[in-house]
């Protein structure tokens, strides 16, 4: 875990977490959220060493850890298997945008004064840039209302309101959420850094604006490896980005009654596209310098080159532009299927302008390796580092989708 930086080959920088409670203005519960709650339980004893069969057990309740469930409530349904509410039934709409509008206004008329008030804020750009890559302990800057804040039904509103929101396919959209969410559980489970706050209910989410049919307004969720940020105007979606992608451990894990593998599929096609290309396109691609993480990533939004490096897309084959748009879909379509084949549209549009690089192994799978597509409007990332969270021997990766044109809906 570290900040994003904006140069190549630097050295890793430690992040320390903040003081939560001089930094942001919450109530104790919400405070407790950040700090401590997990549905994996702590006690004053930690295994060591790699799980290769999975997390250890769960650890036995402390005077601690009862007390935050006793003010939470029943925290005990993760969002990847809880039941969408019948009462959303009433929301299904041929117009995507009716549809998530009801969802929405569905789940904040069950609200308390208090939790509308978090979840609910005037449209602020500055808002919309406080997304992070690192979990809620050591980024407290996030808008909006911790998952474990809210009832179990809820959360089942919140899980209808992203599923529209998102792709439904496997491995992207609403499920790569809900694996990142289990990562967090994972890592909590082995993790000794307590203010940290690994958990699968301290993930955020904010309306940002009223949310309508006729004014500016964002979708925004977001937590440790994960950012999703839908911008919306009258009525249509008109930012996509950015979108921040991590996942530790990586490739795969167990946890929560499932395979997890969430980055696994961009990996694998962007690996897949970079084997592909022939000794002297794989030199054009070659880019200078050592990558040790991505470039554009949080509180990054300028660090975009302008100038391109790397291997012309026109230059080509039909089939490496094959493998180059599955590589883009890994992140496009990790939105509402019609708006991804809008962008995918645009951005096949833009392919005589747009380069691929890399930097290190072409299997993306040793840390430092590095790939990036540049176009006219599209940017992707994805970085192998060393891991941090587990202390487990092993890569991860960080990721990010960001378009040059319509980053935050387009509002600068």
Not at 77 to 95: F, K, Q, R, W, Y
Not at 213 to 231: K, M, P, Q, R, V
Not at 349 to 358: A, H, K, Q, R
Request: aromatic share 8%.
């Amino acid at each position: 875990m570290k900040y994003q930086s904006n140069k190549a080959d630097l050295t890793e920088q430690k992040h320390l977490p903040m003081n939560v409670a001089k930094r942001f203005k919450v109530s104790t519960s919400i405070l407790a959220i950040a700090l401590v709650l997990s549905p994996c339980t702590f006690s004053q004893e930690h295994p060591k060493g790699p799980h290769p069969e999975g997390p250890p057990p769960p650890r036995p309740d402390t005077p601690e850890t009862l007390a935050i469930k006793a003010r939470m409530g029943d925290t005990s349904t993760l969002m990847g298997d809880i039941s969408v509410p019948a009462a959303t039934e009433d929301c299904d709409n041929s117009e995507h945008i009716t549809t998530l509008l009801c969802l929405i206004s569905l789940l904040k008329s069950t609200l308390s004064e208090d939790n509308l008030s978090l979840i609910q804020t005037e449209y602020s750009l500055e808002q919309a840039k406080n997304w992070s890559n690192l979990p809620a302990g050591a980024f407290p800057e996030r808008p909006g209302i911790f998952l474990g804040e809210l009832s179990i039904k809820q959360r089942g509103m919140v899980k209808a309101i992203l599923k529209e929101a998102a792709s439904e396919s496997r491995n992207e959209g609403f499920d790569e959420m809900v694996q990142t969410l289990n990562a967090d559980d994972y890592i909590g489970t082995i993790s000794t850094d307590y203010k940290a706050a690994y958990s699968s209910y301290n993930g955020k989410l904010a309306f940002l604006g009223e949310p309508s049919e006729d004014g500016l307004w964002e979708l925004y969720y977001g937590g440790h490896h994960f950012a999703f940020s839908n911008t919306y105007n009258k009525g249509k979606l008109v930012g996509a980005t950015p979108s921040f992608r991590g996942i530790e451990p990586f490739p795969s894990f167990e946890m929560n009654g499932r395979e997890n593998k969430p980055l696994l599929q961009e990996r694998d096609a962007f690996s897949k596209l970079l084997t592909s290309l022939s000794e002297n396109q794989q030199e054009k691609a070659k880019l200078k310098g050592t990558y040790r993480d991505i470039l554009a990533g949080p509180q990054a939004d300028d660090a975009i080159p302008e100038k391109q490096e790397g291997l012309a897309v026109s230059s080509l084959s039909e089939q490496q532009v094959s493998l180059l748009k599955e590589a883009i879909y890994t992140y496009v379509g990790d939105i509402h299927e019609t708006e991804a084949k809008r962008y995918m549209e645009k951005y096949a549009s833009e392919f005589n302008n747009t380069v691929i690089g890399y930097s290190g192994t072409t299997s993306l799978n040793s840390e430092d390796d590095y790939v990036r597509v540049h176009g006219p409007s599209l940017w992707i990332e994805f970085s192998m580092q060393s891991n941090k969270s587990t202390n487990q021997p092993g890569n991860h990766p960080h990721s990010v989708w960001r378009d040059r044109q319509t980053d935050y809906g387009g509002q600068k």
